[in-house]
């Protein structure tokens, strides 16, 4: 079974798809730019490749904690670079989100062309719904 959750905290997509997909206990979560909320598109969060994947893990995070999971259920990510230059910054934003057991991950070239733009992250957590109390 597959559903789209209503996200309370997290601006409608840009274009058509989803920021994320719940199916079969798996979260699926769309890449995320560094678009902090509230921010119109092209404003990112920060011009630094380490500011921008900060925010694209908040984003994420936000996305999880709407659905009462935290950053802990992450099972695999997948970072996109525009410059592999920027490999060692990434991964030392990264790990501040992942201190312990990180996901496992793989990196990749960003495919798109945005002014500014230097990281997009994507991401698969596992779901585990709660129990209204």
Not at 83 to 110: C, G, H, I, V, W
Request: net charge negative.
């Amino acid at each position: 079974m597959k559903s789209v959750p209503d996200l309370r905290s997290h601006a409608k997509p840009l274009g058509p798809y989803s920021h994320c997909v719940v199916a079969n206990g798996l979260v699926f979560i769309s890449g995320q730019t560094p678009l902090a909320p509230g921010a119109k598109p092209g404003e990112w969060a920060a011009s630094d490749v380490g500011g921008q994947v900060r925010q694209c893990l908040r984003n994420i995070q936000s996305i999880l904690e709407d659905l009462g999971l935290t950053m802990a259920a992450v099972a695999k990510t997948t970072v996109f670079l525009t410059d592999p230059a920027d490999f060692q910054a990434m991964n030392e934003a990264y790990k501040e989100f992942f201190p312990e057991e990180p996901p496992a991950r793989s990196t990749a070239r960003l495919g798109v062309d945005l002014p500014g733009l230097r990281v997009s992250v994507e991401a698969i957590a596992v779901y585990e719904p709660h129990d209204e109390e």
